[in-house]
């Protein structure tokens, strides 16, 4: 599974907005009284991986996690310098708000947040069947030969 590359510097944040459906929608940075929630959250609808990850996004100062708010319900986050500097990822979206544009306003909540820290470039960890939805997202590119690339650290990087 390669790793993407996304030019911060290319994207138009002021074209950026947060899309509503299906009720109210809120994409917020996580605040230190909701983490253990949200690692929670993570652990139940995702994996014990990525709230690690997630765990590791939220003692950074700012924290580089954020949540999508749904009707006042957690439907997804996206985390941001967790595995490592200058990673995006992990985020997830709950089942029943895919495919809605959920997962790009999260996304874009972390590249903005990013730019606004002075990064240039995005590195986004470990894609798989996603590649076409950041291409097209943000046109993020396939960095070749990035396989395994940083994971090649964790203890069996095929549990990754």
Known sequence: MPDMLVRL??????KF????????????????PDNTRVVSFVRDHFSEGWACECEKA????????????????????ACYDATARGYFGPTGVIGQYRQKGLGKALLLSCLKDMWDHDYGYAIIGWTDEAIEFY????????????????????IDPNEG
Not at 9 to 14: A, G, K
Request: proline letters at 3%; a positive charge; aromatic letters at 10%.
């Open 17 to 32: 907005q947060k899309e509503i459906f299906e009720g109210e929608l809120r994409i917020i940075r996580v605040l230190a």
């Open 58 to 77: 939220l003692r950074n100062n700012p924290a580089t996690c954020f949540v999508a708010i749904v009707d006042k319900a957690m439907a997804g986050f």
């Open 9 to 14: 510097y290319d994207l138009d944040f002021s």
């Open 135 to 154: 291409r097209k997202a943000v046109g993020a590119t396939v960095i070749e030969g990035s396989t395994p690339g940083i994971y090649k650290r964790l």
